[in-house]
């Protein structure tokens, strides 16, 4: 028996074909096109910023234009490369300042309506902005969401004795 030939989930009318990578195609290309659109223009109300870099490590501030405090700073993200293993761990902090949860509509023009939740959008604006700029055979993200009254220590200077202390400690 031939595989059942699958038909799109948006307009059920064009037989599905991709996204190509998918073991079970769900899109049309010209509904699949239209996703990707919305998605992109969901993705560009992110931007980001590096805060810090070091050889192995980044941090990035991502402001979003519906968050009117602090420039509109919604999250914090750290990219750290384990060299040995040529993976990077990415660390994502969300602050409280938008509703992360809520369900974002896609309307497509056979006027079927598909959601998907800020977070995820969040996830591809990482995804394609931050994580693609890295070289790594893997990566890993660990999402942590975070309650109001976040603090900042400010510069701290250390004295030789303190470098000591740790060194002996390692
Ligand atoms: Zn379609």
Known sequence: MAP???TCKICTRNPATVPESATVPRYCTTCWDQRLKQL???QD????????RTTEAEKYFAYHEAVKDEDGLCAVIFCMHDNIADHLDVSAYLLPVLPWDEKVAFIYPEGVE????????FLSFVEGDLISGWRCRSWTMEITRCAPGAFWVDSADRDAGDNRKAEEEE
């Open 114 to 121: 598909m959601e998907v939740e800020l977070v995820d959008v």
């Open 4 to 6: 059942e030939q699958n």
């Open 45 to 52: 109300q992110f931007r980001s910023q590096r805060a810090m």
């Open 40 to 42: 992109y223009k969901l």
